[in-house]
Structure formats: C-alpha cells, structure tokens
C-alpha cells in the first residue's frame, strides 16, 4: 500500500507503524509514549498489532504487556509500572485506556506533574501507549467539530508534549475501498469495483464491520479469484438491506412497477427463492414501523435519528435520511398504519401454506404501492402476468 496516496488515518497509522518496524528491527528507537486520538477502533487495532508484533512476543505477553483504565488504575500506578524493570521480560509495551479521566474533574495538577517527570527519565526499556478514544477525528480534518478540536488541542499540549501523537482520523470511502480491494488482492482476489462501491456503502465505511465482511467474502468466493456485486448482494446482509430501501421508496412514491421491478429483483437474486418471503415480509415491517416512528416524533435529520430510535431498532448510517425522506411522504398515522395492517394479512396468508408465495408478496407490494382509496387487493395474478 506504500504506493497510493493515502488519508490523514492511513497516514498516521503507516507512519507509526514503520517507526516500531524499524525500532524492533534495532534501526531507530521508540519515543517513550504515544497517543493514539481518535475513535477509528480499526486503525487503533493496526497499531496494537504492530506494537504487539515488534515487542512482545506470544510466550512472553504474561510479562511485558498491561493493559490498564484509568477508570480504576491512578496515573501514578501506570507510572510506577512503567518505571519498574520486568524480571521477566527485556521491555514492557503498557497501553493506557480511559484517558478522558486526565481530562475531567479538576486541572489534576499532580497527574500532570507527575507525567512531566516521568518524561524527563523515562525508562528505555518501557512504551506508554495512552488510547484517547474520546476524541473524534474526521476524515477531513477541517470538519472536526470544536469539542472535539478542544479536547485535541488540550491533549497535544499536555501529553504530545512529551509523547508522539498519532491521530487515528476515520476513513473515508476512498481510502475503505482502497484498502479492500488491496487486501483482497494480496489474499489472490480481485475485488470487482461495483462490489468494492457497494460494500462500502452498505456497511456506511465502518472499517471493522468491511473488514470482517470481507473476510466472509474471501472465504464464500474462495478459490474463484473474484468478488462480484452479486456476491456483495448475497453475502452481506446491510446490501440486502439496501435493497431493500429501495423497495420501500418506490412504495412511499407510489411507484407500482418500479416497487414491483424491485420486488422481483429481490426474489430473483435471494437463494432461498420464495422461501425468503417471510424474512422480506419481517424486514418491510420493521421498516414501516421505523418510519411510523420517525413520524410520530417529527425526525427530520439523522442526527436526531438515534435518539428516536432505540438501540436494537436502529438503521444502517447509509438509509437515516432516506427513510426520514420515506416517511415525511406519508400524511400521517393513518397512512402508515394502514401498511402495517396490510403487512400483518400478508404475514397471515404465508404462513397459511399458500400455493404461491411470489404471488402474496406481489399482491402485498402493489397494496402498498397504491394510493389508499386507489389499493384494490383481489386484483389477481393476471395483472402481473410480466416475468422479471
């Protein structure tokens, strides 16, 4: 990945990454500590990896790794740790998590002192790795918010005085898809380009969630030597989901055969076939009962999203403004209810063992789709005699 041009994130890890690679190799040296800010948990776990790899080797983690909170371990005890040689193991990499505590309920004067003589004799033989995860690092820098600039700026003054700062900045489309299609590449695959887009955004570029769907990508197309969109569509459920949306914008246009083409494309591409009607039928249920409270509580950005919705209830970061768009075209509860209940007779009907499934499914899309006085449901098969 040395060859492309990467974001602040990528950067800043790569950065950090080759000064331990180089200091464990015995080609430079550590700085006493560093500060990891930033909340991107993927980049953080590639310079834990690296940190890992270089200093403290598997058999020896019992000895020359800590992990420490400063929620119940006091500054001066992670400083007393790293100031005291290990009998068992040549160097101590002690990663400090909870870092905020420096930062909350008075100046902590003595923590700060104590810190600035630690610095002026640190031990060689020890790295102190403080995890500020309470600060939030856009991919484009000039968007951080002033909070977050604040708490940044507070910490480059107090510990990036003393120690090397390495800001974990979140990644951004580009760089996710970059970095997926480079890691399909070095496991033997090409990472199509439509399936790298979509993968990306259906997971909103939450690297850890792209990362491990990746992997269940390799693993399901292994010996192939290619991922498709297909194989995205298939594979990963927040693609399936996004279909899905689609489905149910065309229903709020009322839209009848884009919300049917739709339909069908679902059916056609699921390997389950009609047997994947219920789970369809469970999914346009939450949905509308997401934008019913959506409605109710008048949402009108996503930032207010996750508050009206509960945790377990909630929506990819992808759909929040398009189901909020989707659920200011409904006029009311009434509306809204209505589909709920049209929902519920269909999920009655395919549970009853009908002889088609497709059919139901059709028939319950085209209720949906049409204007409440206009919805006609014995409209028959022979309206959709078309085969998508």
């Not at 020359?64 to 160097?91: N, W, Y």
């Not at 002033?146 to 005085?161: C, H, P, V």
């Not at 390495?166 to 399909?184: F, H, K, Q, S, Y």
Request: glycine share 6%.
């Amino acid at each position: 990945m040395s060859g492309a041009r990467w974001g602040a994130g990528f950067t800043a890890v790569g950065r950090f990454v080759a000064e331990v690679e180089a200091a464990a190799a015995g080609q430079g040296a550590l700085k006493p500590g560093y500060v990891l800010a930033g909340d991107e948990t993927f980049l953080l776990d590639r310079c834990r990896a690296a940190v890992l790899k270089g200093f403290v080797p598997q058999e020896m983690r019992d000895f020359c790794l800590s992990d420490l909170d400063l929620g119940s371990t006091t500054i001066f005890e992670v400083l007393d740790r790293a100031q005291t040689p290990s009998l068992m193991a040549p160097f101590q990499a002690i990663f400090v998590r909870n870092v905020r505590q420096l930062y909350t309920r008075g100046a902590k004067k003595e923590e700060f002192a104590a810190l600035e003589r630690y610095f002026k004799s640190p031990n060689p033989q020890a790295v102190l790795l403080f995890v500020a995860d309470f600060v939030r690092i856009p991919n484009d820098v000039r968007r951080m918010e002033m909070d977050d600039k604040n708490r940044y700026e507070r910490l480059a003054e107090t510990l990036g005085a003393h120690c090397g700062m390495v800001e974990l900045a979140r990644v951004g489309e580009e760089d996710a898809m970059r970095w997926a299609a480079v890691t399909a590449q070095e496991a033997g695959t090409r990472l199509e380009p439509d399936a790298a887009r979509e993968l990306v955004d259906a997971l909103g570029a939450d690297m850890m969630l792209i990362a491990s769907e990746l992997e269940k990508l390799l693993l399901y197309t292994g010996g192939r030597g290619r991922i498709t969109l297909g194989d995205v569509e298939t594979m990963v459920l927040a693609a399936k989901q996004r279909s899905l949306y689609e489905l149910t914008d065309a229903i709020s246009q009322h839209n009848r055969a884009r919300a049917l083409a739709i339909l069908h494309g679902l059916l056609n591409s699921s390997d389950a076939g009609e047997d994947a009607a219920i789970g369809h039928l469970y999914m346009l249920a939450r949905t509308f009962r997401q934008m019913l409270v959506i409605l109710e509580k008048n949402v009108r950005d996503s930032r207010a999203i996750w508050q009206a919705l509960w945790q377990g209830f909630r929506i990819p970061p992808f759909a929040a403004e398009d189901l909020i768009r989707q659920a200011r075209r409904y006029k009311g509860r009434r509306e809204l209810t209505r589909a709920l209940r049209l929902i519920a007779r269909a999920d009655l009907e395919l549970r009853s063992s009908p002889p088609d499934k497709r059919l139901v499914l059709e028939r319950l899309v085209y209720d949906l789709a049409s204007e409440p006085k206009a919805a006609q449901s014995g409209w028959g098969a022979a309206q959709l005699s078309f085969e998508m």
